[in-house]
């Protein structure tokens, strides 16, 4: 299954806003904050609960410099994936970004988790905007 959120324009340089994206205890205020539990993070992971989801848990795997964040799935994760933040340069002062989540989901878990994931993922991309809006 793969996911590809809206893409938003964010008003910070590339560099701040992969800086910001490098280091996983940033997340946390990128996350539903009334659906959170349970968080636990250093720079190169981060774990939590989601209200109505599951165990989640991201690991940093590859980074190219002001354009890829690339996370696995990490932990107690019950499926495995991928999430790719992509960040391209609109501006000297924007930044565009969008995530793409790439798991590996039977027919039967696709049509149950597509929306809550689908809705998940395009709230992280907005909240990322809106923190540096």
């Not at 800086?19 to 636990?40: C, G, T």
């Not at 980074?63 to 501006?91: C, D, M, R």
Request: charge should be negative.
């Amino acid at each position: 299954m793969n996911i590809e959120t809206e893409h938003q324009l964010i008003n910070a340089d590339n560099a701040t806003v992969f800086n910001f994206l490098d280091d996983l205890n940033n997340y946390k205020v990128l996350f539903p904050q009334d659906k959170l539990e349970n968080w636990d993070a250093t720079a190169e992971y981060c774990t939590c609960k989601i209200t109505g989801l599951s165990d989640i848990g991201l690991k940093k795997d590859t980074s190219t410099a002001n354009s890829l964040v690339a996370l696995n799935s990490y932990g107690k994760s019950p499926i495995k994936f991928t999430l790719n933040i992509h960040l391209s340069e609109e501006s000297d002062s924007t930044t565009k970004a969008y995530l793409v989540f790439e798991g590996d989901i039977n027919p039967f878990m696709k049509m149950m988790l597509e929306k809550p994931l689908t809705k998940l993922f395009n709230s992280i991309a907005y909240r990322l905007k809106t923190h540096f809006n």
